[in-house]
């Protein structure tokens, strides 16, 4: 069930789109302004409202670490912001000067997209905040993108109808004509899914468009040329253009917000209307799961973003204790610190935890002089129950089996992975051994047994991090 538990009315004209960090909301509007609020409350943060756009803001996204807030206008500019203090970091001009309408962080933090009414699309560098790479899209305005979860890819979307996937080198890899009237969202999912058809595990994929329509897709790496976009199904219930889109954190509900005003919510696995929401008064423009927490943000040419709670039976991913073994703690960021405080009913230390940089290592290391000293808590009791939840996780840790997680496991060989590659079947292998099966002129999966579609192998950088993080933990701890 979702229950309206709050609205923001502060904007003074239509609100164009809202993105959550684990700890803020920012919502952005025709009135030039990106107002952040803190989830704690939903009151605005001291340094909000953020002005520095000449003309209507279209869209704003934070970075992955949510220490970065990006937002887009009309007046042709990208501006990079500080989360901590509001801070104008950069001003990234558009080449063409042309009305910026999307922008989008890669998972790393490592690339901006910025994608104009122009057709052209912008990759910029954000340790430099210089123009990495530009292109342009076939026809029409670019206003929508996503990127993969790994990084490799991302799509855009055109008000012409067409899904363009391009790499992380700005190279066009597949163009499909997707919505007849023009799309206006896509997200991808952060949860890989498998084709019971095939065995394989795909990314999911969300469009709409201006036919009404929300379709679902399966995309793939499927050989040397590029990658495979393949249609799955197509999710009715909206009776006018569908405005937005957006995928939940654990990819099992996508959101959707029409011209019709009403945002519906939907099971991905099966199609089903899970929810209707009717409140908006007028277009629903935009709308936004957060990422760790039953919250959902929906915001409306009516200038209000209403904010709706889940009563879910399952926790939140990324909001549970349970969680906590999937990462190293001493490598938790510093919204997975943020996670860790809602779960301990601790959320009022979440802003003074993020302002004072406190990620999984500095958690770890808090002891009752640094709590009364350099985070200022004055209450013994309150350092107390921090300290006693610290103690907790530290003694957790130590009970956390020394097995080695199956998914470092080369299938192949059995063997922790050193240097992991993602083969055309969608599992993931340690190189040599998947070039030695390769090279016996074998071309099908080891794990299915099927024809390998292609037998390009491309580099699992996620979860070569996780194995090094998963490496470092343990001999810290043995």
Not at 31 to 56: C, Q, W
């Amino acid at each position: 069930m979702a229950t309206l538990i709050h609205t923001l009315a502060d904007h003074s004209d239509d609100v164009n789109y809202c993105a959550f960090s684990s700890s803020c909301l920012a919502t952005c509007s025709l009135d030039k302004t990106i107002r952040v609020y803190s989830l704690n409350n939903f009151t605005e943060l001291p340094y909000s409202p953020l002005r520095g756009h000449t003309y209507a803001v279209h869209c704003c996204c934070f970075s992955p670490s949510g220490h970065v807030l990006a937002s887009c206008s009309t007046d042709g500019t990208t501006v990079v912001w500080d989360t901590h203090d509001g801070r104008m970091l950069a001003v990234l001009e558009q080449p063409s000067g042309s009305p910026v309408r999307v922008c989008r962080f890669s998972p790393e933090s490592t690339y901006l997209v910025s994608g104009a009414a122009d057709g052209s699309v912008v990759l910029w560098n954000m340790q430099s905040l210089k123009l990495y790479r530009s292109g342009n899209v076939k026809d029409g305005s670019l206003v929508a993108c996503a990127f993969s979860p790994n990084g490799n890819f991302f799509i855009t979307g055109s008000s012409c109808g067409d899904l363009t996937i391009w790499d992380d080198k700005m190279r066009c890899l597949y163009n499909e004509k997707a919505h007849d009237l023009g799309v206006s969202c896509c997200d991808i999912s952060s949860q890989p899914i498998s084709d019971g058809e095939h065995g394989f595990r795909y990314f999911q994929m969300a469009s709409c468009g201006q036919d009404n329509q929300i379709k679902l897709w399966l995309i793939l790496f499927a050989d040397f040329l590029g990658v495979e976009l393949k249609y799955k199904c197509t999710l009715n219930g909206h009776s006018a253009p569908v405005l937005a889109c957006a995928f939940s954190y654990d990819g099992q509900m996508l959101v959707s917000g029409s011209v019709d005003k009403c945002v519906i919510i939907h099971e991905t696995s099966t199609g089903n209307t899970l929810h209707t929401l009717s409140q908006h008064t007028r277009y629903v423009t935009t709308c936004a799961f957060a990422p760790y927490s039953p919250l959902l943000a929906t915001g409306s040419m009516d200038k209000t973003v209403n904010i709706w709670q889940f009563d879910l039976k399952q926790p939140c991913a990324g909001n549970t204790v349970e969680n906590e073994s999937k990462v190293a703690v001493e490598d938790w960021s510093e919204d997975d610190v943020s996670a860790w405080l809602c779960a301990q009913d601790l959320a009022d230390f979440v802003e003074l935890f993020k302002m004072n940089n406190i990620d999984g290592k500095e958690l770890l290391n808090l002891t009752k002089e640094s709590l009364t000293n350099e985070l200022k808590i004055e209450s013994l009791g309150l350092r107390s129950r921090v300290l006693q939840k610290i103690e907790e996780l530290r003694m957790k840790m130590m009970s956390v089996s020394v097995a080695i997680p199956d998914e470092f496991l080369c299938p192949i060989t059995r063997e922790l992975m050193k240097d992991p590659v993602i083969a055309a079947d969608g599992y993931s292998y340690e190189k040599e051994a998947m070039e030695n099966w390769i090279s016996n002129k074998r071309r099908s999966s080891p794990m299915t047994n099927l024809p390998l579609h292609s037998l390009m192998l491309t580099p699992n950088r996620t979860l070569k991090m996780a194995i090094s993080r998963w490496l470092e933990t343990q001999q810290k701890y043995s």
